[in-house]
């Protein structure tokens, strides 16, 4: 990734204080998802790190993730599959509890999502205590897949979410 696409997408990210609640800084990807030239950058650089590595499928987490996992798994050319909460997913599910920084929450992917043999990518906006994505990769390796790789638009470092995500290969395009 260059500089000058750091530099784009941190001038492009907007904060917004104290939500979803008090104490929280949230980033909005809003301003980044209406400017198409830097959209299409950023899943470039969102996949180039995996690309060779033999994904077969990519799951999206509910639900920026989705905005960021659907067009990296047409790039690929491989299936995607959601991440969702509880009681969005019309087929049988599987189910996954996990704490953030602020709650605790579940997810949930239909049992036939992945199987044995896939090789998934994990696509979410942001990585910030780590609970979402490692749920999510516990959830794909219960169903019988294997993670390849965990792909992020932003990682908040001062969070520590990697250390949730041992011995995963973690990429995100910018970290604060």
């Known amino acids: 990734m260059t500089a000058i696409l750091t530099e784009r997408l941190s001038a492009t990210l907007r904060d917004v204080p ?13 301003p ?43 790039q690929l050319d491989v299936p995607f599959a959601p991440a969702r909460k509880p009681g969005k997913l019309p087929w049988k599910t599987a189910r996954e509890s ?17 199987g044995a ?12 205590t780590g609970g979402t994505a490692a749920a999510t990769c516990r959830l794909i390796e219960r169903l019988g897949g294997s993670v390849v790789g965990v792909s992020v638009l932003v990682e908040l470092g001062f969070l ?17």
């Open 98 to 114: 996990y704490d953030l920084e602020y709650r605790s929450d579940v997810l949930e992917m239909h049992t036939d999502a992945v």
């Open 32 to 74: 980044v998802l209406a400017d198409p030239a830097l959209m299409r950058d950023v899943i470039t650089a969102m996949l180039a790190p995996l690309r060779g590595s033999g994904v077969t499928h990519v799951v999206g987490v509910e639900s920026r993730g989705f905005l960021f996992g659907v067009p990296m798994a047409l």
């Open 160 to 176: 520590h979410g990697r250390a949730k995500l041992p011995d995963r290969a973690v990429h995100a395009v910018v970290t604060f």
């Open 18 to 30: 104290d939500f979803p609640s008090p104490g929280i800084l949230f980033k909005d990807i809003t």
């Open 117 to 128: 043999g896939a090789r998934v990518l994990v696509v979410d906006d942001v990585l910030a």
